[in-house]
């Protein structure tokens, strides 16, 4: 059974919100839901994020805790990135660790060489990054089979999001 994420661009806090609470009444496991947005609050220190051992990609920061509020702020793992030459990001999901893992590569880097290791093609990546800097919000959630994509795709038409794809996962990456 092949692993496949659907995405999605939403354009405010609200509309990231009521997608997630959707794919949770929708069936969706709250630790296969990820969300990545700007950190334009600036509330928090992240400034310890710079030292880390990671500056060829995306680092990770301290969790925000209830930063994201509502219902984000409920999802696994959330935290503060600061992604070199792009800023900062709050994420939360399956696409911290992307971001912060060894998905991020040195020659792509950042957000797209994390997306791409979530399973999105190179120019779709670089696509969603553009968003991200204009202050919308990504949603990614990982189905099991054609059914739940289905679904998921659903959730996100009915929500007005914009930008979706589905991927299938090539391989998981290994630890």
Do not use: W
């Amino acid at each position: 059974m092949s692993k496949s994420s659907v995405f999605c661009i939403a354009k405010s806090h609200s509309q990231a919100e009521q997608i997630v609470e959707s794919l949770q009444t929708s069936g969706f496991d709250s630790s296969e839901i990820s969300v990545l947005l700007p950190d334009t609050e600036g509330k928090h220190d992240i400034g310890h994020v710079k030292a880390t051992k990671a500056p060829e990609g995306a680092t990770t920061g301290a969790t925000t805790g209830g930063v994201a509020g509502g219902v984000l702020g409920l999802l696994a793992g959330i935290g503060a990135l600061a992604i070199p030459g792009v800023g900062p990001f709050i994420a939360a999901g399956p696409i911290m660790a992307a971001l912060s893992g060894a998905a991020v590569g040195a020659t792509t880097g950042g957000i797209v060489g994390g997306l791409i290791g979530l399973g999105i093609p190179e120019i779709e990546a670089k696509r969603y990054e553009g968003k991200l800097k204009e202050g919308n919000f990504l949603i990614a959630v990982h189905a099991n089979d054609g059914d739940q994509v289905d679904r998921a795709k659903e959730v996100f038409k009915n929500a007005n999001a914009d930008d979706i794809t589905s991927s299938a996962m090539a391989k998981t990456p290994t630890a």
